[in-house]
């Protein structure tokens, strides 16, 4: 291990929040691209042991190993996360797989106002409001930490590739052509 | 084939993705139009819809709804200024479907229950009360009988009591038990019985109904002078 890897392990170890590269690189005085390489050994290297490095864009935390969550939990004497409802799970996997989302690109594809589900997405802390870099009046939304920790994942990636996952997902269809061919419909999957 | 449950749907899009598979129909311009009537159907069931939702459904019914009148007229030009509902309806479909999958993935994920934990666990019941040192017992007594007072003063707010509100049914039926032993009333009589202001409009508005419906009829014998009250009577001509 090297000492830049060192370093940043012992300091996410005492941390109690998710610390950015940016800030990583401040504190240990390395470029963010050393950082960078730094972390991905490092979350190469705890992949398999009890601790699992977690990478979200609001920063990089150490955490227990989901694979063990159930004694983890059991040590805590604490309930696991409370699971996720029709609606607040839709909206997580939009904002999941179309991060930075705004509201309104949220609301475009579920075709539904979802001011309730966001708030209870950022009461839990699953996903994080972050300022619009081209509209400074507007926010944006990406998961967080927490929703690694909560689903079991490492980070974002780990999450299937999105067109293979809903590759077989096809509307009962004709391309609504003025003259479609209707011998081309075929019935779904 | 399932029963679709009122309320089940998560929006608008949900709904019509259902309406169309449930039928096995191609989505082309007809099936689409042919669904608009059961779309139209199920908003008019949702009667506690807030307005933001009725707007959701309100914004794809009326696409629909376009959609239709194309499909029943096609002669028909609607200007557009945007793309073709159809298309459009059918490409967010499309990513809908999409993502409800996406959800359905992340339900699986959720359901297998591996969570991990960080260094700060995130449940709110580990997190413990502690005081800051400087507080004493003394003062943690004084802050909260603070607290008490200003809980009673909040108690002592002037308090409106609610009016006794009459309705106009009532005082028509009170109007009626009156006139039911008297030949004739007065309106002023009738307005000095009144409580309040708005009693005596409602007194005034019973009336008028009263008159309406030919139950009472009125004569005023000059301007601003005092109105008579009686009964209606066929046998009087005019009025």
Redesign the interface.
């Given at each position: 291990m090297t000492d830049l890897q060192s370093q940043i392990q012992s300091i996410l170890f005492v941390s109690n929040k998710p610390l950015t590269r940016k800030a990583l690189a401040k504190i240990t005085g390395q470029d963010e691209s050393a950082v960078r390489q730094a972390l991905a050994e490092l979350a190469e290297l705890h992949k398999d042991s009890g601790i699992v490095l977690l990478e979200a864009d609001e920063g990089y935390q150490l955490a227990s190993n989901s694979a063990n969550s159930e004694i983890v939990k059991n040590f805590l004497n604490a309930d696991l996360r409370e699971k996720l409802t029709e609606a607040t799970v839709e909206a997580l996997a939009i904002i999941a797989y179309r991060q930075p989302i705004s509201k309104a690109e949220l609301e475009a594809i579920r075709g539904v106002n979802s001011q309730y589900s966001l708030r209870a997405l950022l009461m839990r802390g699953l996903v994080e409001k972050i300022p619009n870099p081209d509209d400074a009046r507007g926010s944006l939304y990406r998961v967080t930490t927490e929703f690694l920790q909560h689903l079991g994942l490492t980070r974002v990636e780990d999450l299937p590739d999105f067109t293979e996952l809903v590759a077989k997902i096809k509307l009962p269809e004709i391309p609504p052509a003025e003259t479609g061919d209707p011998q081309k419909g075929s019935p779904e999957q | 084939m399932h029963q679709v449950k009122v309320q089940q749907f998560?929006?608008?899009?949900?709904l019509l993705l259902s309406l169309?598979?449930e039928q096995?129909?191609?989505?082309?311009?007809i099936a689409?139009a042919q669904v608009t009537e059961q779309f139209l159907q199920y908003i008019r069931q949702l009667e506690q819809l807030d307005a933001?939702?009725l707007?959701?459904y309100l914004s794809?019914a009326a696409k629909l709804l376009v959609i239709k009148s194309r499909a029943i007229l096609p002669s028909l030009e609607v200007e557009m200024e945007e793309e073709?509902p159809?298309?459009d309806l059918?490409a967010?479909?499309?990513?809908?479907?999409?993502?409800?999958?996406?959800?359905k993935?992340?339900?699986q994920?959720?359901?297998?229950?591996?969570?991990?934990?960080?260094?700060?666990?995130?449940?709110s019941?580990?997190i413990n009360f502690y005081p800051d040192a400087a507080v004493t017992t003394g003062l943690l007594r004084k802050n909260i009988l603070n607290v008490l007072q200003s809980l009673r003063e909040l108690d002592n707010l002037p308090k409106a009591q609610i009016k006794e509100a009459i309705s106009i049914q009532e005082k028509i039926d009170q109007l009626q038990v009156h006139l039911s032993s008297q030949i004739e009333t007065k309106l002023s009589t009738l307005l000095a019985g009144a409580k309040n202001k708005s009693e005596a409009i409602v007194t005034f508005l019973a009336l008028l109904e009263l008159i309406k419906q030919k139950i009472f009829m009125v004569d005023q014998e000059a301007l601003f002078a005092d109105v008579t009250i009686r009964k209606y009577e066929k046998s009087e001509t005019e009025h």
């Open positions: - | 998560e929006g608008p899009l949900d169309i598979e096995k129909l191609d989505i082309t311009q689409l933001t939702t707007a959701d794809i073709d159809a298309l059918t967010k479909l499309l990513l809908y479907k999409q993502f409800k999958e996406a959800a993935y992340f339900k994920l959720d359901n297998r229950e591996r969570q991990s934990f960080t260094r700060a666990t995130a449940f019941e580990r």
